[in-house]
């Protein structure tokens, strides 16, 4: 088990290596300088600084020798200054960490909860009303676009019923502390959790149904019939236990939509998180901030591919820990 | 052939899903002539609530432009991306798992571990960096949809490759001395197409929302309304006009939909023996 997960760290590392190489080229297709291109476009930028970040990323030396710089700063956790932010980039991200971390894994776990809900209902009564509602539910649900859900959302909960507060994490100027706080911070959460959550919880939805019928045929579950267990048992001992391992898998692949989600929903919420921060990035063309965020979301992935494989392992003991 | 458009007819998903993807090649196609309103001229006051002007039925947005011509200008847009990046994607993915699958050993290896890599970077990510790079234009949308989105293509081809090289006829081929690349094209690619245009279908769906997704975040061709534009420069005064994000986002809706229901409807058509009870 603990070399499985050293191996994998290393796999993780190496592919969070070359990212950051690709990060390197990217930077050098934008247009222009990229001294320039680095230090933010349309006049942000003094020559002075940009000599500097010239001989910082040693920009004049030949190409590999520029990559090296490049890996050595981002392997000692230096992803350079964002000049429209003063501030480094590194800094900047951490600061934001903490509430994307919040929003990601509350949609997460709401839509993995609600899904395999839903979809075991489905299944358990597939052919009824029920199955035909839910199923129509999570169809509407899958197509809809993050942004506007979160805008209706808006429009229905805070523009006509007044119930939730449409933007931030807390209240501004409010002040409050221990359980007040949290309260608070709640009531700005379920929004953007929520619509965040609910195009995954779709997706969990039809991968429970799908996956329960197809398992609910096989012969151990007629073996448990003939036992004469009880059919709640069957369906939760039995049959969901199997038909979660490809949910589980859906999920781990799932974890890079789930940041990319993160980047719409906190922009339309104006949730101080790290898609915030790219949207931000984005706006200003502050190329090296962009480039920053665009790492540290794919070191999130990678932990969380690492995690669910790690969960799949445990939820199917068949499996054994050897790649 | 008749075959496949009877059991396509059969599946009431696979029939809604022809239909809403025929009315929105309709508009897309034809839209622009029946309703010339240019989507960028100001045509009436600003903030015209919707159902109140016959001319402009779906109401103004925030600088008096008809909001009804912007949808059907913003059909275009978005079925052109979804289906152009698809293309794309195809013409990356379908080769590259053609190859692994075919060649097996080495050339499987580093093909894969390739493909794997484009698949673990978060992509719609990945999308925003590249054209916000690459400078937005539709050039830069169709190329980063695709960049992001042929890896499930590339793992699908190989799979279906990789079974299909041990069949007889695939063996008999090469006994008779075929060339490997026609035994790829001519052979094996025919039989596995259709799960490829299965998840084509559904592919395209991804790629509207992932274009609407860049052009609500200001990422669109600044030269061409589209749907996630509208709803982007609505946003700021959703208090006063909901009109402006709701209808536009509607029409995502229906058309993502009707895309999906078409995947349905092609998956039971084309492949009966994955298609199971009460789907």
Same mark, same amino acid.
């Given at each position: 088990?603990?070399?499985?997960?050293?191996?994998?760290?290393?796999?993780?590392?190496?592919?969070?290596?070359?990212?950051?190489?690709?990060?390197?080229?990217?930077?050098?297709?934008?247009?222009?300088?990229?001294?320039?291109?680095?230090?933010?476009?349309?006049?942000?930028?003094?020559?002075?600084?940009?000599?500097?970040?010239?001989?910082?990323?040693?920009?004049?030396?030949?190409?590999?020798?520029?990559?090296?710089?490049?890996?050595?700063?981002?392997?000692?956790?230096?992803?350079?200054?964002?000049?429209?932010?003063?501030?480094?980039?590194?800094?900047?991200?951490?600061?934001?960490?903490?509430?994307?971390?919040?929003?990601?894994?509350?949609?997460?776990?709401?839509?993995?909860?609600?899904?395999?809900?839903?979809?075991?209902?489905?299944?358990?009564?597939?052919?009824?009303?029920?199955?035909?509602?839910?199923?129509?539910?999570?169809?509407?649900?899958?197509?809809?676009?993050?942004?506007?859900?979160?805008?209706?959302?808006?429009?229905?909960?805070?523009?006509?019923?007044?119930?939730?507060?449409?933007?931030?994490?807390?209240?501004?100027?409010?002040?409050?502390?221990?359980?007040?706080?949290?309260?608070?911070?709640?009531?700005?959460?379920?929004?953007?959790?929520?619509?965040?959550?609910?195009?995954?919880?779709?997706?969990?939805?039809?991968?429970?149904?799908?996956?329960?019928?197809?398992?609910?045929?096989?012969?151990?579950?007629?073996?448990?019939?003939?036992?004469?267990?009880?059919?709640?048992?069957?369906?939760?001992?039995?049959?969901?236990?199997?038909?979660?391992?490809?949910?589980?898998?859906?999920?781990?692949?799932?974890?890079?939509?789930?940041?990319?989600?993160?980047?719409?929903?906190?922009?339309?919420?104006?949730?101080?998180?790290?898609?915030?921060?790219?949207?931000?990035?984005?706006?200003?063309?502050?190329?090296?901030?962009?480039?920053?965020?665009?790492?540290?979301?794919?070191?999130?992935?990678?932990?969380?591919?690492?995690?669910?494989?790690?969960?799949?392992?445990?939820?199917?003991?068949?499996?054994?820990?050897?790649? | 052939?008749?075959?496949?458009?009877?059991?396509?007819?059969?599946? =009431?998903?696979?029939?809604?899903?022809?239909?809403?993807?025929?009315? &929105?090649? @309709?508009?897309? *196609? !034809?839209?622009? %002539?029946? $309703?010339?309103?240019?989507?960028?001229?100001?045509?009436?006051?600003?903030?015209?609530? =919707?159902?109140?002007?016959?001319?402009?039925?779906?109401?103004?947005? &925030?600088? @008096?432009?008809? *909001? !009804?011509?912007? %949808?059907? $200008?913003?059909?275009?847009?978005?079925?052109?991306?979804?289906?152009?990046?698809?293309?794309?994607?195809?013409?990356?993915?379908?080769?590259?798992?053609?190859? &692994?699958?075919?060649?097996?050993?080495?050339?499987?290896?580093?093909?894969?571990?390739?493909?794997?890599?484009?698949?673990?970077?978060?992509?719609?990510?990945?999308?925003?960096?590249?054209?916000?790079?690459?400078?937005?234009?539709?050039?830069?949308?169709?190329?980063?949809?695709?960049?992001?989105?042929?890896?499930?293509?590339?793992?699908?081809?190989?799979?279906?490759?990789?079974?299909?090289?041990?069949?007889?006829?695939?063996?008999?081929?090469?006994?008779?001395?075929?060339?490997?690349?026609?035994?790829?094209?001519?052979?094996?690619?025919?039989?596995?197409?259709?799960?490829?245009?299965?998840?084509?279908?559904?592919?395209?769906?991804?790629?509207?929302?992932?274009?609407?997704?860049?052009?609500?975040?200001?990422?669109?061709?600044?030269?061409?309304?589209?749907?996630?534009?509208?709803?982007?420069?609505?946003?700021?005064?959703?208090?006063?006009?909901?009109?402006?994000?709701?209808?536009?986002?509607?029409?995502?809706?229906?058309?993502?939909?009707?895309?999906?229901?078409?995947?349905?409807?092609?998956?039971?058509?084309?492949?009966?023996?994955?298609?199971?009870?009460?789907?």
């Amino acid at each position: 088990m603990l070399s499985f997960v050293a191996q994998r760290v290393v796999k993780g590392v190496i592919v969070l290596l070359a990212i950051v190489v690709l990060n390197f080229f990217l930077i050098r297709l934008a247009p222009g300088d990229p001294a320039v291109v680095m230090a933010g476009e349309a006049g942000a930028s003094d020559q002075i600084f940009v000599q500097q970040l010239r001989e910082k990323f040693g920009l004049d030396k030949p190409v590999p020798e520029q990559l090296f710089i490049y890996v050595k700063g981002i392997v000692t956790l230096d992803l350079g200054f964002s000049f429209r932010q003063q501030a480094p980039v590194s800094k900047l991200i951490l600061e934001r960490l903490p509430a994307t971390l919040l929003l990601t894994l509350t949609a997460f776990a709401i839509s993995l909860v609600l899904g395999i809900l839903f979809g075991t209902f489905a299944a358990r009564f597939a052919g009824t009303w029920l199955d035909t509602a839910i199923t129509i539910f999570a169809l509407v649900f899958y197509a809809m676009p993050i942004f506007w859900v979160a805008l209706m959302g808006i429009l229905l909960f805070s523009v006509t019923m007044d119930w939730l507060p449409s933007f931030g994490y807390e209240t501004v100027g409010a002040n409050f502390s221990g359980l007040g706080h949290v309260v608070d911070v709640a009531k700005h959460l379920i929004m953007p959790a929520m619509t965040l959550g609910l195009f995954f919880m779709a997706t969990y939805t039809r991968m429970t149904r799908a996956s329960m019928l197809e398992v609910k045929r096989l012969d151990f579950v007629k073996t448990a019939r003939a036992k004469g267990l009880s059919d709640a048992v069957i369906q939760r001992r039995h049959v969901l236990r199997n038909a979660l391992l490809p949910v589980v898998t859906l999920a781990g692949v799932h974890s890079g939509t789930l940041i990319g989600g993160a980047v719409i929903t906190e922009t339309v919420f104006a949730w101080p998180g790290i898609g915030r921060l790219m949207y931000d990035a984005l706006l200003q063309r502050d190329y090296n901030l962009l480039l920053g965020v665009f790492v540290i979301c794919s070191a999130m992935v990678l932990t969380f591919n690492l995690i669910t494989d790690l969960v799949y392992r445990l939820v199917d003991p068949r499996i054994e820990f050897t790649s | 052939m008749k075959q496949f458009w009877k059991s396509m007819l059969k599946s =009431p998903s696979g029939v809604i899903g022809l239909v809403i993807l025929l009315l &929105a090649i @309709g508009v897309a *196609v !034809f839209g622009p %002539m029946l $309703f010339p309103n240019s989507p960028w001229r100001m045509v009436q006051r600003p903030f015209l609530p =919707p159902f109140t002007l016959s001319t402009v039925p779906l109401g103004t947005d &925030a600088l @008096g432009r008809d *909001v !009804f011509a912007g %949808m059907i $200008f913003g059909a275009r847009v978005s079925l052109l991306v979804g289906l152009v990046s698809t293309l794309v994607a195809l013409v990356v993915g379908v080769p590259i798992g053609a190859m &692994a699958g075919y060649f097996g050993g080495k050339v499987d290896d580093a093909l894969m571990r390739f493909t794997e890599f484009f698949q673990t970077i978060p992509s719609f990510a990945l999308a925003i960096v590249l054209v916000a790079i690459l400078q937005p234009s539709i050039y830069s949308i169709v190329a980063s949809i695709a960049v992001v989105s042929w890896p499930p293509v590339a793992r699908l081809v190989r799979g279906e490759v990789l079974s299909l090289r041990t069949r007889e006829y695939v063996q008999a081929a090469v006994v008779t001395g075929q060339s490997n690349a026609w035994i790829i094209l001519r052979e094996i690619l025919p039989n596995a197409l259709s799960p490829v245009i299965v998840l084509a279908s559904l592919m395209v769906a991804t790629a509207i929302l992932l274009e609407s997704s860049l052009s609500f975040l200001g990422l669109g061709d600044p030269n061409l309304i589209s749907w996630g534009y509208m709803v982007g420069a609505g946003r700021t005064v959703i208090r006063q006009a909901w009109w402006i994000t709701v209808f536009p986002g509607i029409a995502i809706l229906i058309s993502v939909l009707g895309l999906n229901l078409i995947g349905e409807g092609l998956n039971d058509a084309l492949n009966p023996r994955l298609s199971r009870e009460g789907r």
